[in-house]
């Protein structure tokens, strides 16, 4: 049964090193919002305890007497690596004016191989280069298609007779080897908030690695909600809201670390500052090096008398969502069988634990079958998708006017059904939404003005979390070519749902998705191709992270993600029904056959 439990963070001992780790970060301009630095020039950040890293003493290469104008801008792709250091060589490279404007974190982006470089003419060099992805100012990753690749300019001229770049391209902050990304950044997690629900929606951001980490994550979190999840979740903070001192001091014996906010009226607004307390200290708390984190709002702290500060073990008043399933269904022909779906061959459970589940029989006609929880509820499409099946306490109800080109129906936490499809009068991409206990009530549709007339929803599933959905869109006048995205469900001020915000693409380098599920709050798990892929492939898609192939299995058309606690568990379909379970490294191992596998509350 899926289940909503506290996440327990295991956290190894913490060991307070004795040597001072001289590491800087950009990170301390006063009163900034935004998620990434945008002051020009590093300045150190206040005392933190981290890993030390093995690239500690890297020596960067300087300008050298002499240096031709490519020599110039190679030395300066290479050493942007070492932006956030307090010995910041790659300024060393520009002219004084470039080097004092010049805004790192603007823009990163990540390159695949060597760039390639030709003076056009004299004091222009043109750099080409292929691009993984790119990080924006606000610390979201996003992938590019293999083959992408860019063509800048950078300016040069003469100071004191020594050749200097005195002008980047268009939009450029840091040009970085996927080597040195992972040198120089961290993914990183802020938490929005599912107030009906009372759980936390995590949101992935890269931001700089050192000493100056806790002040640029406490910033990321206090910046406005991004645009694919406004009206979604909820913040405590506010525009007015900043940091009070340029800094999150980590104190180097305790690992306490002490966030002062400054706001209008933010002292007396007690639920505020309770969201911010939320989380600032789930999200800090996931740092090595600190322990504590105390919240003080202009100047004094939050927790007084024994509370302390905010550790592993308070209670935030919002929860992590964490999902273990322990019983699903396999659809065989017109029966369900209750299996077990975390064991190596999907075995069916001994009947002393199935025998609460008494379900109905359900014939050839329908499919994409989707089952609540609890199992009281089932839902399915008719295999021409112009029919929504429901079952509930052994009542049936057949829904014939809803719209064509129907998805899989989809469950979510807040005891809601959604099917996706195409709107019979106007022939516009559509979601409906209805109770999933109240089988004779109207489905209430929702519009979605960001997707084109042309555009088709072929899958739409709802976050663990209640906050998300992911949709597989594609035209209906091609079928091999889909994008998968994902879009905030915007609720009222009574908890309906009353839109979807713009969508963003979470997979760019996917031509072609067949199908998607959630794996956990922070990934899904896809099939699909990427530009020149001969055949389906089965991927792991995290949300601010990079696509990552799960291998091949000849004749795949699904995948599925078994929620483990702690972590999920795919399972492939074939076309020859078989389902195949992970076998370690080595690729994939048959289970059992069946028609359709349903994970409870997807």
């Known amino acids: 049964m899926s289940t909503y439990r506290s996440l327990t963070r295991q956290r190894a001992g913490w060991r307070r090193s004795t040597i001072a780790v001289a590491l800087t970060a950009v990170l301390t301009l006063a009163g900034c919002t935004g998620s990434l630095p945008t002051d020009p020039m590093p300045q150190a950040g206040l005392p933190v305890e981290v890993q030390p890293r093995q690239d500690v003493q890297r020596l960067l ?11 110039i801008v190679t030395g300066f792709l290479r050493s942007n690596v070492g932006f956030a250091e307090a010995n910041d060589v790659a300024r060393d490279y520009l002219t004084p004016q470039l080097a004092r404007g010049w805004v790192p974190t603007s823009k990163v982006l990540v390159l695949e191989g060597s760039p390639q470089m030709v003076s056009t003419e004299p004091g222009i060099v043109s750099v080409t280069a292929q691009v993984k992805g790119w990080i924006d100012e606000r610390g979201r990753l996003t ?9 800048q300019s950078f300016d040069l001229t003469r100071v004191e007779g020594q050749w200097r ?17 992972e040198t120089a950044f961290r993914p990183s997690t802020v938490y929005y908030l599912n107030t009906q629900l009372k759980v936390f929606v995590p949101d992935v951001r890269w931001l700089p690695h050192g000493e100056g980490r806790p002040t640029s994550l406490a910033r990321a979190q206090l910046a406005p909600i991004p645009s694919y999840l406004d009206g979604a979740v909820t913040t405590g903070s506010s525009p007015d809201t900043h940091l009070a001192v340029g800094a999150v001091p980590v104190d180097p014996e305790s690992l306490v670390a002490t966030i002062n906010l400054e706001g209008p009226g933010l002292g007396e607004n007690t639920d505020r500052v309770g969201m911010l307390r939320a989380q600032l200290g789930h999200a800090l708390l996931a740092l090595n090096g600190v322990a504590a984190v105390d919240l003080r709002v202009s100047g004094r702290s939050v927790d007084t008398g024994d509370d302390g500060p905010v550790t592993l073990g308070t209670d935030l008043g919002y929860r992590d969502v964490v999902r273990d399933v322990n019983r699903a269904l396999l659809r065989v ?30 014939d050839s006609t329908w499919t994409g079958v989707a089952a609540s929880a609890d199992l009281a509820s089932l839902a399915a499409v008719s295999v021409n998708r112009t029919e929504l099946w429901r079952w509930h306490d052994d009542a049936t109800e057949i829904n014939t006017g809803i719209g064509d080109a129907l998805t899989d ?8 059904l959604w099917v996706a499809g195409v709107s019979r009068g106007k022939g516009l991409p559509r979601v409906w939404f209805v109770d999933d206990e109240q089988i004779k009530a109207v489905a209430k549709p929702l519009d979605v003005p960001t997707l084109d007339k042309e555009d088709i929803i072929r899958v739409f599933r709802v976050s663990p979390d209640g906050s998300r959905a992911l949709l597989v869109v594609g035209s209906n006048q091609d079928t091999g070519k889909e994008k998968l995205l994902m879009a905030g469900i915007v609720r009222g001020s009574d908890g309906q749902p009353v839109g979807l915000d713009e969508p963003v693409n979470v997979a760019p380098t996917l031509v072609h998705v067949a199908s998607a599920r959630w794996a956990s709050t922070t990934e899904l798990v896809a099939t699909g191709q990427r530009a020149g892929d001969p055949r389906m492939l089965a991927f792991r898609v995290p949300l601010g992270g990079w696509l990552g192939p799960l291998g091949e299995q000849a004749g795949l058309v699904d995948i599925f993600a078994v929620p483990t606690g702690e972590g999920y568990s795919p399972v492939l379909r074939t076309e020859d029904g078989r389902f195949h379970v992970r076998e370690g490294t080595r690729g994939w191992a048959d289970a059992r056959n069946g028609d359709e596998l349903i994970i409870p509350g997807t």
């Open 61 to 71: 290469p300087r300008p050298q007497p002499g240096a031709s104008v490519t020599a």
């Open 333 to 362: 022909g017109d029966k369900f069988k209750v299996i077990d779906p975390q064991w190596y061959d999907l075995r069916n459970l001994p009947s002393a634990q199935s025998r609460d589940v008494d379900l109905p029989q359900l």
């Open 409 to 416: 129906p989809s469950y979510d936490p807040h005891g809601l």
């Open 165 to 181: 770049i005195s002008e980047f391209p268009e939009g450029f902050g840091l040009w970085l080897t996927s080597q040195d990304l």
């Open 143 to 151: 992938e590019q298609p293999a083959g992408t690749v860019t063509t």
